[in-house]
């Protein structure tokens, strides 16, 4: 679907981890002509991109900076990119402190990071009929829970739409001490 000969791919979180790795492995395969590195900070994209071109010998790399926990970003970050998109990897993720303050949409930044700006970016593609084959999302052990890093899964009364608004608005911990390994889960599951 892509306007180049070969496949193009869009990777959000490629400056680390499995979003690099991902980059890397595509581009070991001649069909991939272009990996659009999406990255909310230039200087650890810059830093990937160099790397992947010096690790594959292969200058098929952008960079398109995009923050995935900013709706605002993510639009921009889209209306950047020419052309269609045949595979999309919505990896991006975050765990931490400061992750349960709300974004400008009102959301967590756990969840506006790791659900909502990949929402609000595989809708844009949808929109626009930019999505040429596929798409995956990346999730997480932390659904299940890994007790080996003393993350327990979510736990939830009764997974009504009411009880999911307070993970998204972050209220859930209202009346208790912020579990980032919980809220982390919560949002992947």
Known sequence: MSTLPGKTVLITGANAGIGKEVARQLASRPEIARVHLACRNQQRASAA???LEART????FDI?????ADLDSVRAGLAGIDGSIDALVMNAGVIGPN??????D????????????????????LAE????EVAVFAGSEAVRGVPKLRM???SFVSTSA???????????????KPDFNLAFGQAKY
């Open 106 to 125: 009102g959301v967590t930044t756990v969840f506006a990071t790791n659900v909502l700006g990949h929402v609000d970016l595989l809708e844009g593609l």
């Open 64 to 68: 398109v900076l995009m923050d995935v």
């Open 49 to 51: 991109k160099a790397e």
């Open 99 to 104: 992750t349960l303050g709300l974004t400008a």
């Open 152 to 154: 327990k899964g979510p």
């Open 162 to 176: 009411d009880e999911l608004a307070t993970v998204i608005d972050g209220s859930y911990f209202a009346n208790s």
């Open 129 to 132: 009929g930019r999505l040429g």
């Open 57 to 60: 010998g292969r200058t098929i």
